[in-house]
């Protein structure tokens, strides 16, 4: 769903809302998925590495109007506009692991079997973003066996991040501009945590040990998306001038 007011009176917004829902038996993107001779493909069935369900996005652009009539007052008003751009979306899968068997020279991940009548997730304030996942609720299946825990069956924690620009636009001639700008990311510095960790047998298993940014990966070579250029990150500031021609 899309809604869109064009520019009046200084103010135009753009707001898109998107549901999704991808299911598949492997999505890895760097990894060669390996399942074991006792285990049939159906079993890894679930939601894609990638599957996120709800994802809004919108933007705001306003131009103030120049407030003074005339003189210098007039000459500092004019040209000031702003930019919000608003980011949110719900929670990527985490697939929790029992272990990660040697299988054939490489790596099988195998999933735990669940508890029954145990909670997943509890609330914890002293966790990254108040909440982990409960190693009561599995246990590890027999020896080179899957567990019946779903592949990417849990959620970590959704993301929301708001962008905020205030620019002035300074007219040299008809056809030459030039602009000066600010550019706030995570204007608010909210923290943004990443899946949490999902190795029952990792001492830090059901927290999150890094934050959104990060945990898409390092970029260049190493794979991933460099945190640089991510949403997730700390509150970042970037001061610009642009010529307009």
């Given at each position: 769903m899309q809604f869109e007011r064009r520019l009046r009176r200084?103010?135009?917004?753009l707001l898109s809302y998107t549901w999704s829902h991808s299911l598949d038996n492997g999505s890895d993107d760097s990894q060669t998925p390996v399942i074991a001779p006792n285990i049939t493909p159906a079993q890894?069935?679930?939601?894609?590495?990638?599957?996120?369900?709800?994802?809004?996005s919108g933007a705001v652009t306003y131009n103030f109007p120049s407030l003074a009539s005339g003189g210098l007052g007039a000459g500092?008003?004019?040209?000031?506009a702003m930019d919000l751009i608003v980011s949110a979306r719900s929670a990527v899968p985490v697939n929790v692991l029992a272990s990660t068997a040697p299988l054939f020279g490489v790596t099988s991940a195998l999933r735990p079997n669940v508890v029954?009548?145990?909670?997943f997730y509890l609330q914890d304030s002293t966790a990254p973003g108040g909440m982990r996942l409960n190693p009561a609720a599995f246990i590890a299946p027999p020896a080179n066996q899957q567990g019946d825990l779903g592949r990417n069956a849990l959620r970590g924690f959704g993301?929301?991040?708001f962008d905020f620009t205030l620019r002035r636009q300074f007219r040299i001639t008809e056809r030459l501009n030039l602009q000066a700008r600010a550019d706030f990311f995570n204007i608010f510095n909210h923290p943004k945590f990443g899946p949490p960790n999902s190795t029952l047998t990792d001492p830090?298993?059901?927290?999150?040990t890094t934050m959104f940014g990060t945990s898409?990966?390092?970029g260049g070579f190493q794979g991933g998306f460099s945190p640089?250029?991510?949403?997730?990150?700390?509150?970042?500031?970037?001061?610009?001038?642009?010529?307009?021609?």
């Open positions: 200084g103010l135009q917004s890894e069935r679930g939601p894609s590495d990638f599957d996120i369900r709800h994802v809004f500092l008003a004019k040209g000031w029954p009548g145990i909670p993301m929301n991040q830090l298993f059901g927290q999150a898409l990966g390092p640089l250029y991510q949403v997730g990150g700390p509150r970042s500031i970037q001061l610009a001038l642009k010529l307009l021609f």
